[in-house]
């Protein structure tokens, strides 16, 4: 509310000038709408970007050897390891067949058929 009362003040200002003869500048005519379209472009984009980008990072970090994923690709596959550096991670998606890709290019986790059984098991259906 603060930012309105501040814009209603400067918007009567030149008001005034304008009646005494004095030209604003560009400033103080483009200043506070500008000021205020920046304001709402950091809250309603950067603001939820970075809350994004965090929940991202968070869940790659949280991957552990033996979670079934589905990369960006459509790859589904059992973690059975990581990299020296953690950028790679290796997917087995067959008893014999084993592929590298990078940690980032993991969609998510996918549940298992043995914990939905258990899951259904617990909740009584």
Known sequence: MGNWSLFLNQVLLLAEDAAKGKQPGIFEIFGP?????????????????????????????????????????????????????GTQ??????????????KTSIESVVKSEGSDKKSDETSGK
């Open 89 to 102: 991670v290796t997917l087995r998606i067959d008893d014999n067949a084993r592929i590298r890709v990078r």
């Open 33 to 85: 709408p500008l000021m205020i379209m920046v304001m709402l472009y950091y809250f309603f984009v950067v603001m939820p970007q970075g809350k994004d980008r965090k929940g991202r990072d968070s869940f790659l970090d949280h991957l552990k050897k033996n979670d079934q994923v589905v990369t960006v690709g459509g790859i589904f596959g059992t973690i059975s390891g990581f990299s020296a550096d």
